[in-house]
């Protein structure tokens, strides 16, 4: 019978083996396996290499590593063969005919270690070679193959880190007890962020370490000096270590590849790193890795095992290169990510109001949600903008699209709708220049948006629909109904016409505005999720009673409740107004003609409101101003001038009249006759301003009362 056996080269790397799981507390046991029992004489006759020989335990990882996964040197035109015997594994007929599973991505390889697998030696728990009792912890990785399946699995789960702290610990908890006992991960601080020049001295940071828990002291494993009870890798270790120029750790860093921890570079480079009171373990077992990205070194990993494991091989320096590498790069990866997203965030907070006005006779309340992590930036806005006449305009809107350009458009498009109502156009005014200058931007720029401006006064609200879901008004009752608003066109189609109606908005009612990603999913329509909508705040109203309507933000917080967990398709703007409005008893208006009366008809009045009022001791400096902003209206309206007192937690005066040009503060001369009426008004009122209407302008300021 032939002596020889036939072998059967692995077509994958991924095999499971026994022991490897990441639950067993003592880590990956990589162990060679034992000789297998000879084959039957009806197995089929084995193969031999040329001569007889077989290839050493090193050359078929020397191989990948210095040749490339193709195993060609650098400038070959044919393939080398590929190495056999150390790669090989036990046939189907040796095995009984069972194939083995694929492991879990996670998982850490080892060689198979079943007693039927196992042919007479050496007895159990003891090395084959050797015939010794191993030491205690996980032996090291003998085989080539075991060298190949570990940095695939390594690799792998390093590459799942998306952060920066996920693949730090990812290496840690790859290579910690499988590989090395302990590992100290250095990384410069700050990262450099892509092609970025870094400025000032290279200073590597302690990032995290981590190591085979041990009762013993540490004085007796890793680091060979004396420790403190309970301290940790990170207590014996220079956390901030600031690399000399020329020194013995940058001449190690700019080498790049790693070396053990007694050659002459690392022996005058470990000190640097980790501080002069601190040593390793002598002879090879350390490790001195750095990393490097795709500019330029970012940090260094320290591998370490103990005195009574055995010390690492030459090979062992192709593995934690490999590491370093993978490390690295993904280090670069997730630096670039956190960039974007801190860009992404900043913009988005940018483009979003960051505080909401407090306007009289309607309080305000918002939320925004992106879409998801991976989608920080969309197109979804809202805003709150005061306006003439005490009256506030409530604009909700999105831009199709989840990136930069859609965060980028929105912003434009809101820019124009303040600017548009700082015009006090009607809203369906408004929505037509906002059509206008979406196509201005590009033919594929479209969006929806619905503007609406309320007057507490009239207790009256005016809508206009750009192709954006109708809002919800919630009465005080409990009642919650869907507004009939026409849905118009979305801004940038063109040549469209938008239409606006006016409708009751009753005291102690909360208007709702919001974007489809509040109500619209893969899993429900648009119409389905407004419905659901109406019934989650009619429900919300109920447990406040029907006499006083729920809290503007914990109605916020229970409306976004219906969405679920899970990612959110869209993101969602909401922005709630609870009207209440100005009574009439407290709102005094008048005409005046514009002639050399009005100034005193106009004091008259204003005293006459004040002692309606109880508000007597305002009365100087109210006859005072308004005199004043009365006779700069008379000198150039050509129509009636307006005159408006508001009584709310301020007293509000309103002159309007028909002339454009805004009044503008200027220093009187001692010569001058004129020009010190708005210097009072700026002195003594509270507040003040102007604003340009499309009929004229209205001079406004405010006293604070008692």
């Known amino acids: 019978m032939d002596s020889t056996r036939v072998t059967e080269h692995p077509t994958s790397h991924e095999r499971p083996q026994p022991g490897a799981g990441p639950a067993d507390g003592r880590g990956a046991l990589l162990r060679t396996p034992e000789p297998l029992p000879s084959p039957s004489p009806s197995a089929l006759p084995a193969q031999t290499r040329p001569g007889g020989s077989s290839a050493s335990p090193a050359a078929p990882f020397a191989c990948a590593a210095q040749h490339g996964p193709s195993g060609n040197p650098p400038g070959a035109s044919t393939p080398l063969p590929a190495p056999d015997g150390e790669h090989s594994q036990p046939?189907?007929?040796?095995?009984?005919?069972?194939?083995?599973?694929?492991?879990?991505?996670?998982?850490?390889?080892?060689?198979?270690?079943?007693?039927?697998?196992?042919?007479?030696?050496?007895?159990?728990?003891?090395?084959?070679?050797?015939?010794?009792?191993?030491?205690?912890?996980?032996?090291?990785?003998?085989?080539?193959?075991?060298?190949?399946?570990?940095?695939?699995?390594?690799?792998?789960?390093?590459?799942?880190g998306i952060d920066l702290d996920e693949i730090v610990m990812g290496l840690c908890r790859a290579t910690v007890p499988t590989f090395s006992d302990a590992i100290l991960v250095y990384l410069r601080d700050p990262l450099p962020v892509g092609d970025e020049r870094p400025t000032g001295p290279l200073v590597l940071r302690l990032r995290r370490t981590d190591r085979i828990p041990q009762e013993r002291d540490l004085e007796e494993g890793i680091l060979t000096v004396p420790a403190p009870e309970n301290s940790g890798l990170a207590a014996l270790s220079n956390e901030i270590c600031e690399v000399r120029p020329g020194g013995a750790l940058a001449e190690v860093l700019r080498g790049v590849r790693p070396v053990f921890a007694d050659a002459p570079a690392a022996r005058a480079a470990l000190p640097e790193l980790l501080g002069d009171d601190l040593t390793v373990p002598g002879g090879q077992r350390a490790i001195l890795a750095p990393l490097r990205g795709r500019r330029r070194v970012i940090g260094a990993v320290l591998f370490l095992r103990r005195p009574e494991r055995l010390a690492f091989e030459a090979d062992d320096l192709l593995v934690a290169a490999q590491l370093a590498t993978h490390s690295a790069l993904g280090i670069d990866k997730a630096v670039l990510y956190g960039r974007e997203a801190y860009i992404a965030d900043e913009l988005q907070r940018t483009m979003l109001p960051e505080t909401l006005p407090n306007p009289t006779g309607v309080r305000l309340a918002s939320r925004y949600l992106p879409a998801a992590e991976t989608a920080r930036v969309g197109g979804d806005w809202y805003d709150a903008i005061p306006l003439p006449g005490s009256r506030v305009a409530l604009v909700v809107g999105d831009v199709m699209g989840h990136s930069m350009t859609s965060a980028a458009i929105m912003g434009q498009l809101r820019t124009t709708a303040q600017t548009l109502a700082g015009l006090d156009l009607p809203p369906q005014e408004v929505l037509h220049h906002l059509d206008e200058q979406a196509q201005r931007l590009g033919t594929d720029r479209m969006a929806t948006c619905l503007y609406a401006v309320y007057d507490p006064v009239a207790h009256r609200i005016t809508i206009a629909n750009a192709g954006h879901p109708p809002p919800v008004l919630l009465h005080l009752g409990g009642r919650a109904e869907v507004l009939r608003v026409p849905a118009g066109a979305p801004i940038g189609v063109g040549g469209v016409d938008f239409e606006a109606v006016e409708l009751d908005a009753p005291a102690g009612a909360t208007l709702l505005l919001?974007?489809?990603?509040?109500?619209?999913?893969?899993?429900?329509?648009?119409?389905?999720?407004?419905?659901?909508?109406?019934?989650?705040?009619?429900?919300?109203?109920?447990?406040?009673?029907?006499?006083?309507?729920?809290?503007?933000?914990?109605?916020?917080?229970?409306?976004?409740?219906?969405?679920?967990?899970?990612?959110?398709?869209d993101d969602i703007a909401l922005l709630a107004a609870r009207f209440d409005g100005i009574a009439p008893s407290d709102v005094a208006y008048w005409f005046l003609e514009p002639e050399d009366a009005a100034p005193g008809r106009a004091r008259r009045l204003a005293r006459r409101a004040l002692a309606r009022w109880g508000m007597e001791e305002l009365t100087d400096s109210v006859e005072l101003l308004v005199s004043e902003v009365v006779t700069n209206a008379v000198r150039y309206a050509s129509r009636p001038i307006t005159l408006r007192l508001l009584r709310t937690d301020v007293l509000r005066c309103e002159v309007g009249d028909d002339v454009p040009q805004l009044p503008r503060l200027r220093q009187a001369r001692a010569t001058d006759e004129g020009g010190r009426g708005l210097y009072l008004v700026n002195r003594l009122a509270r507040r003040w301003g102007a604003t340009r209407l499309s009929t004229g302008k209205v001079v406004w300021f405010e006293l604070n009362r008692g």
Request: charged share 30%; hydrophobic share 30%.
């Open 514 to 569: 919001y974007t489809d990603g509040l109500v619209e999913s893969r899993l429900r329509d648009v119409w389905t999720g407004i419905e659901q909508l109406r019934e989650k705040l009619a429900a919300t109203a109920q447990l406040t009673g029907a006499d006083h309507p729920p809290p503007l933000e914990a109605l916020c917080d229970e409306v976004l409740d219906m969405l679920g967990p899970g990612d959110r398709d």
């Open 91 to 160: 046939s189907a007929d040796e095995t009984g005919g069972t194939h083995r599973p694929r492991p879990a991505p996670e998982s850490i390889p080892v060689q198979p270690g079943a007693e039927q697998d196992r042919a007479p030696g050496p007895p159990a728990g003891k090395d084959r070679r050797t015939g010794q009792a191993p030491p205690h912890g996980p032996m090291p990785m003998r085989r080539d193959g075991d060298r190949l399946r570990f940095v695939g699995a390594a690799t792998r789960r390093i590459a799942r």
